[in-house]
């Protein structure tokens, strides 16, 4: 089989997780209304947070070399694993 956009095809588990955070980063007034917050589990609106707090922009004109914070989080998995 080959995945081809649908990676469930091959038993592969959803990036909620991936696809919560990005969405709160991209929207931060998701965080700021209750009843939508409590859609998303505590550990991604964190993770969203922390990254809101420290970063300048999202997309194209983030650092070249990576998000600084993305990088350590990186890093200390790879340290970690």
Not at 54 to 77: D, F
Request: aromatic share 6%; hydrophobic share 35%; proline share 5%.
């Amino acid at each position: 089989k080959c995945n081809i956009g649908n990676p469930q095809s091959l038993e592969q588990k959803p990036i909620t997780f991936t696809r919560q955070v990005l969405s709160l980063v991209l929207n931060p007034d998701l965080l700021t209304d209750d009843t939508i917050a409590k859609a998303f589990p505590k550990d991604a609106k964190a993770r969203a947070r922390n990254y809101l707090d420290n970063i300048q922009s999202v997309g194209a004109y983030s650092e070249s070399n990576g998000i600084s914070v993305v990088r350590k989080e990186v890093a200390e998995y790879i340290q970690n694993r």
